[in-house]
């Protein structure tokens, strides 16, 4: 849901998470803080979707899959704790403003969506040579559109019909084009990018992920640009520098991801909380120590980027 909030309807995670909340308290949607992308095997799939029979916009879809039956989701990751985002009833555009209407869209779409049938294409490939190069070209036919009529944004979009050819044709070669590229660096990381790179490293929870993010915009670490994506300041670089220079495993997302693998294994009963506690607090009193001791490090790079501590006559400076 943050990661389609932010590439798909231009929302900040934060944002997102606090409208989630909103709907969830109004009861239109389940609890949004969830990692559970499964459903338990008693959920009422059926009923939640006839809620939705009326509704002016997915309405008669619904009804149709009523009708010739819903297929089973996907099995996904059960994490243990609640089910997966849900639409609980039935809202209209007039009911939510903007933005609250926009997240229930999506939402309830998905939903619908899970329990849909497959889109189903036809896809011819052909093979074939000029000289000594090999090539090969693909079209797509849509055959059925499945879910994709309640999610359009995923629609195969136009077909691209490829002429039936019979094996060892010959074909006449009407233009040949050289174009002539460089590579370029990678763009800046999106929040859904970013999202997605915290989830694999173990960083945070769902429920913490938007927080974080969010803090490195406050703090000025980072400006959000065009396309939702994370620009670095100077003053997010030079930390990130210091950091590397003094101690980098404070950048680093082993570290975090230590931790939060400790955490894990108290929830399961495998680790002492006291013990995981103390071990924790040790290891960063002891980085604390070793980084107030190389400070001068971080001084003298942020003295040749912003105006020194000399200059500016005070011990705290912008």
């Known amino acids: ?39 338990p095997e008693n959920f009422d799939l059926r009923g939640t979707l006839q809620q ?12 149709r899959l009523l009708q010739q039956g819903i297929h089973k989701p996907k099995k996904g990751h059960d994490a243990g704790d609640h089910p997966p985002i849900t639409p609980m ?17 999506y ?10 049938p497959p889109c189903t ?37 136009e077909d691209e019909e490829i002429p039936t050819l019979q094996r060892d044709e010959k074909l006449s070669v009407d233009e040949v084009k050289l174009a002539e590229k460089q ?20 960083i945070g929870t769902d429920a913490s992920i938007p927080v974080h993010i969010n803090n490195i915009c406050e703090r000025n670490y980072v400006n959000i640009i065009s396309g939702r994506k994370l620009q670095p300041t100077p003053l997010g670089i030079v930390l990130v520098h210091g950091y590397q220079k003094i101690d980098a495993d404070l950048v680093l997302p082993s570290m975090r991801q230590a931790v939060e693998q400790q955490l894990q294994l108290i929830s399961l009963g495998q680790a002492d ?30 003295e040749v980027h912003f ?10 400076s912008r």
């Open 52 to 63: 939705q029979a009326s509704h002016s916009h997915w309405g008669s879809y619904v009804t």
């Open 183 to 202: 590579t370029g660096p990678p763009d800046y990381l999106t929040e859904s990018e970013l999202i997605s790179l915290m989830e694999k490293h173990g």
């Open 1 to 39: 849901m943050l990661r389609v909030a932010s590439s798909g309807l231009g929302m900040g995670p934060q944002h997102a998470m606090q409208i989630a909340e909103r709907l969830y308290t109004q009861g239109y949607i389940s609890y949004p803080r969830t990692e559970t992308n499964t459903y």
């Open 307 to 316: 105006s020194s501590l000399a200059d500016s006559g005070r011990p705290l």
């Open 107 to 116: 939402i309830t779409r998905h939903f619908i969506g899970t329990i849909s």
């Open 121 to 157: 294409y036809l896809q011819t490939t052909i093979f074939f040579e000029i000289g000594s190069e090999k090539f090969s070209c693909s079209g797509k036919v849509l055959k059925d559109p499945g879910f994709t009529t309640v999610m359009p944004w995923l629609a195969l979009g």
């Open 89 to 105: 009833r039935s809202a209209t555009e007039g009911e939510l403003d903007n933005d609250n209407w926009r997240l229930y869209d």
């Open 273 to 302: 909380f006291h013990e995981v506690k103390q071990h924790a607090i040790d290891i960063f009193h002891r980085k604390f120590r070793y980084f107030v001791d190389c400070i001068s490090a971080m001084d003298e790079l942020f």
